[in-house]
């Protein structure tokens, strides 16, 4: 690292073993690079060697992938940008109340300069996260299954201070069941969060979800 601001420095890590007794053995291999003001972080991330060499062993997914983010730990949006693809992460690993899965995590997220009420760029503009979120599961089941059924869930999203912006979003259900809408998050600096969204439901089958329940075709909208 170097002695004098901005501190530039690089260098790489690497971690294998359980951070939690209650969570898998993971072998995380990266690089970090740029300085202390902006700071730059790749890396890999892969189950035990045990698990990557046995992926289909009871159909068991295997979690693996990348990432890839800037950090401006100084700024008040510390988190500058973040690129993700994440496959194989089953919940059920991380907490045994979790339902299992075998989810794939597509992750696009950069900051942008906030502008004002007349559009123009404040001198002290704060940065807002802005980008994307996808995620896949290739394991439905249903919840009296100790499964998670979601078959797929998008949603642009802008994280900025105390609010949180969920547009576009779009979740897939067992049975060509959609739910679709937009939601506001308000977190205040106590209590719990302030939450206004719309959200449009059709053709959901409750049956699909739980067995316990009836079997069902509802639609509509809830907001």
């Not at 979003?169 to 106590?190: F, H, Y």
Request: aromatic fraction near 4%; glycine fraction near 8%.
């Amino acid at each position: 690292m170097a002695s004098l601001r901005p501190y530039k420095l690089n260098g790489r890590f690497t971690y294998h073993g359980q951070m939690n007794p209650a969570l898998p053995n993971l072998a995380i291999d990266g690089s970090i690079s740029g300085s202390l003001e902006e700071l730059s972080i790749q890396g890999k991330a892969m189950a035990d060697a045990y698990a990557s060499k046995t992926p289909a062993l009871n159909n068991k997914p295997v979690l693996q992938g990348g990432f890839d983010t800037v950090l401006k730990v100084f700024s008040g949006q510390p988190l500058s940008s973040l690129h993700a693809n994440i496959t194989g992460l089953n919940p059920a690993d991380f907490a045994a109340a979790a339902p299992h899965a075998n989810l794939q995590i597509q992750a696009n997220l950069s900051t942008v300069a906030e502008k004002s009420a007349s559009g123009q760029k404040p001198s002290l503009a704060t940065d807002a996260l802005s980008g994307s979120i996808a995620i896949s599961n290739t394991q439905p089941a249903r919840i009296d299954h100790q499964g998670l059924p979601v078959l797929f869930l998008r949603s642009d999203l802008h994280w900025s201070k105390d609010l949180i912006l969920l547009k576009s979003t779009e979740i897939k259900l067992p049975g060509n069941a959609k739910i679709s809408g937009d939601a506001r998050i308000q977190i205040p600096v106590a209590g719990l969060p302030l939450v206004t969204s719309r959200f449009d439901l059709s053709g959901i089958d409750l049956a699909q979800l739980d067995h316990q329940l009836q079997k069902t075709k509802l639609g509509g909208s809830v907001q």
